[in-house]
T-cell receptor
Framework: EPEVTQTPSHQVTQMGQEVILRCVPI?????FYWYRQILGQKVEFLVS????????KSEIFDDQFSVERPDGSNFTLKIRSTKLEDSAMYFC????????????FGQGTRLTVV | QKEVEQDPGPLSVPEGAIVSLNCTYS??????FMWYRQYSRKGPELLMY????GNKEDGRFTAQVDKSSKYISLFIRDSQPSDSATYLC???????????FGTGTKLQVIP
């Protein structure tokens, strides 16, 4: 069964450092998303991406964040200068059609900022 | 008022019981309603989604949406220990891609 894969599974970084979280969406999917879940809190939308541009983003997704599809398979989330409050599980998701109603999530990357 | 409200539980039931999980919401623009299952430290797994009001059944799972009351439910029949997880309701407004999640209800099915 096709799946969304994320690497690394756990990343520890120092405050102020840049991190890149990587995702390989399901191969024929066209829409890509990043969500995050701070420990003990709900899953929160960050950004959606289609046709090589951001289609929707939340207020969380400020100038510190960027997304990119550098080649035909990877989808990345970059955090330029990490803060302690960026510590969370980051989930990538993808869907074939517009809208998340049938999106599939990856297993997540746990980001710990120290 | 929160956009989506969900009782965090935990909810403990004996194996074989019928489980009822619920969410209420305030945004009348929500049109797509989903239920996800999330095991500890794993990504959400889509169980079911429905569009607008009505019922949808898939095996032991039934999803109900009542837009007039802004209330959605997930029923699990013949619950199994493997159903023990956190169940997240989620919603999308028409024309948008942002999913708004509930906080999740932790379910434990006791053998």
């Amino acid at each position: 069964e096709p799946e969304v894969t994320q690497t690394p599974s756990h990343q520890v970084t120092q405050m102020g450092q840049e991190v890149i979280l990587r995702c390989v969406p399901i191969s024929n999917h066209l829409y890509f998303y990043w969500y995050r879940q701070i420990l003990g809190q709900k899953v929160e939308f960050l950004v959606s991406f289609y046709n090589n541009e951001i289609s929707e983003k939340s207020e969380i997704f400020d100038d510190q964040f960027s997304v990119e599809r550098p080649d035909g398979s990877n989808f990345t989330l970059k955090i330029r200068s990490t803060k302690l409050e960026d510590s969370a599980m980051y989930f990538c998701a993808s869907s074939l059609d517009r809208g998340m109603a049938e999106a599939f999530f990856g297993q997540g990357t746990r980001l710990t900022v120290v | 008022q929160k956009e989506v409200e969900q009782d965090p539980g935990p909810l403990s039931v004996p194996e074989g019981a019928i489980v009822s999980l619920n969410c209420t919401y305030s945004n009348s623009a929500f049109q797509y309603f989903m239920w996800y299952r999330q095991y500890s430290r794993k990504g959400p797994e889509l169980l079911m989604y429905t569009y607008s009001s009505g019922n949808k059944e898939d095996g032991r799972f039934t999803a109900q949406v009542d837009k007039s009351s802004k209330y959605i439910s997930l029923f699990i029949r013949d619950s199994q220990p493997s159903d023990s997880a956190t169940y997240l309701c989620a919603m999308i407004a028409g024309g948008y891609q942002k999913v708004t999640f509930g906080t999740g209800t932790k379910l434990q099915v006791i053998p």
